[in-house]
């Protein structure tokens, strides 16, 4: 039994710090900085943790819940690191909205503990309540500062629609476990492969399935998204954007490559449609917004979608280019974001396409930043975002998915234009119409913004190791 | 009588469902928060009352204790909380949404479906493993306790952070803004 | 004899009944009531194919989902008491800052 606490290890340290960071909170003494210093230190403890624990292949832990293979690594490295870049961006905002912050990190952590449970679980049961701990931290994240009414808007609109599709999630669970007499992905999966599939079994699965597809927001189950990425807190839309989202994913092929592998055929005609509409209107609906994080909401949509293109190929080339394209959407977007927040002179400020211009002529860096993350998501080489589709792409094609490898290029097509808004606004224009807003430069934020930035760089150019760490992660997938 | 006796667990269960599902048409069509919120009360006691009947004693009464002790007392005080009577005036129904009928529409057929197939399955008539431990008989809360210590001890513990995530998100959302306690 | 098809009919109705109090409902305390349903729903199915299968995980993951909602609710009535405190309402269709 001692063996099996040890691995929890970078979990345990990651729920001892939030609830250290509230007990401290609780008690008054100290300032915001502590706070800081002690988020960004339960997070690189944890990290030191994972790595320390390393993999255990594919023996499972606590009575079938856990298995630590390469796949759940990856995903508890991304996830702290995302989270930790985070928590640097959240720095500058909080100064700026003058808020205690103590609940604020401590959420975070929740959240992530979370995250990294669905990593690594292969029990549903398990998953399920993993699944609402980072969700409810996630509510109450977005409506952390209530100055706002749209902060209040977007934490109760995530709140009601994520209500309902955990609710229907767990009724779905239910009918599977009610077809196959267990919650093991192992076990529903050798039900399911044994005989005739039951109505309940199918039911379930479409059930389940709608519900994870409103985690990673594909349409039609993607309403929620604009309103939550615009109306919550900034660096918040960052985290929802990039940990919850990957989190989500990685259960998505965990359940269906796993669990629900006997019944591919079916699943994966629904989420072809679903993949397919998914990249056309996210990009569209992009094209007429004017306010950057709303933007970003829709382009974020439309990466789902490429990247559910990956998750419907499978076998080993489909699974390594999701976890590779999660890696490489995490440093962009968070990169982009990250921006986001740094340009803002008041509370929600930076927000309108406008307040970007002349930029490049003001802040040449920062705009040169800006431009990479964005030739990042629209997939332009040399950036991360072109070798991350491209796999995607491949995958695709080679799993006979080829007309949604088009509909994928032609929309990456489309959504140039909507990047190109920006980029537009911050070189074309001349300086002398100056309504544009000044970047920040406070010091953890712009740590952040050059980690995304060199990561970004790094991955397009040298994505090879890379991809050779990810390889055997993809093997959770049996063929 | 004979006929009573006979099909005695089909009358309680339709009189449980009579209660489950009365409550919640309820809880759907009340326009005051208060009776929407004591309709549910009687839903969640006939459930309650259900799985008594599937052999789930513990859970019935943490059903009754979690609920209605519980979640029941929440509910009725933040109505208290919130001005009750303008909350009657305003329109009670969203304006209809024919996307979420149509899903709302698939959904239910889908589960409709699959009650149709249950309905010629048989249930075991032997509830033994529901009540026991290794072979031996002790009661469905010490099965459960056995199982849920064991088997699920880790989503147990994440479920306890859970709880203190939603007591934290609880004083977080509900406490008054900073401009509101001067004012 | 009570088979486990009688369970399921009830269950789905429920389900049904809760999701339709979501989706259509504009007071936030129905709405909060609603996914109790929907969750209650799902805890029948369960507890049903628990005893169906002779196994007592169905009744286990009954209990998380007791869990679940209660704390659902907590954090969902602490948001609306927020909103009451902001725009003294708690329709739900007032939240139109953002287009829908």
Redesign the interface.
Known sequence: MNAQVSVLLPELLL?GMG?FI?LVGVLGRGSQRLAFFLANFGVLASMVAVVGVGERGTETF?????QLDRFALFFRLLFLASALLVVWLSRPFLQRAQQTAW?YY??IL?AT??MC?LASGV?L??L???L??MA??S??LA??F??EVKSHEA?TKYFVLGALSSG?LI?GLS?MY?ATGSLSLAEVSQKLAAGPR???AT??M??LLAGMLFKVAAV?FHVWTPDVYEGAPTPMTAFFSVGPKAAAFAMLVRVLWVGLAPAAADWRLLVSWVAAATMVWGNVAALTQDNVKRMLAYSSIAHAGYTLLGVLAGGPLGTQSVLFYMLVYAVTNLGAFGLVVLLAAKEYAGEKVADFRGLAHRQPVAAFAMLLFLLSLGGIPPTAGFMGKLYLFAAAVHAGYAWLAVVGVIMSAVSLYYYFRIVKEMYLASAGEGEGVAVLSEAWGVRALVVCALATLLFGVYPTSALAFLAPAAKIVPW | MDFLVAHF??AV?LFL?FF??GG??G??VLRQ?VH??LS?LA??LG?AG??V????E??AA??VL??AG??MV??LF??M???VR??GK?????RP?V??AV??GL??S???????????????A?????VSVAGQEVG?TE??GW??Y???????E??S??????????????R??K??EKA | ??????????S??????????V?????G??T???I??ML?AA??AF??F???H????G??V???V??????????G??????I??RL????V?RLSAMRW
Do not use: C
């Open positions: 729920a609830i509230l606590f009575a079938g819940m856990l609940e401590a959420l929740f503990l979370g449970f029990h049961a398990g399920y309540v993993s609402e701990l409810l931290s509510y109450i409506g952390y209530r100055g934490a229907i009724y009918l009610g039951s109505v309940a039911a379930g479409f059930l039609p | 667990s089909q269960f469902a489950s599902l919640a048409v809880v759907v928060p929407a919120a549910l839903s969640f459930v259900l799985f009947l599937a052999r789930g513990f859970l943490v059903q979690v609920y519980g979640v929440l509910f933040v109505i909380f919130v001005n303008a909350v305003e329109a009670q129904y969203l949404l996307p979420l899903v709302g959904l239910f889908a589960l409709a479906l699959t009650a149709m197939w249950a309905l010629g399955r048989r249930p075991p032997d509830a033994f493993p529901l469905n099965a459960v199982i849920l064991r088997e699920y001890l880790l989503p147990f994440v479920v952070v859970l709880l203190l995530v939603a007591m934290v998100g609880a004083i977080v959302l509900g008054k803004p401009e509101m | 004899m009570v088979t486990i098809g009688h369970y399921l009919v009830l789905s109705v429920l389900f049904a009944i809760g999701a339709g109090g989706l259509l409902r504009r007071n305390i129905a909060l009531l609603g109790e349903l209650n805890n029948v507890v049903a628990a005893k169906q002779g196994n007592l995980e009744q286990v009954v209990f998380f007791m869990a679940v909602a209660a704390a659902e609710v907590a954090v009535l602490a948001l609306l008491v927020a009451f405190r003294q309402s708690i329709d269709d």
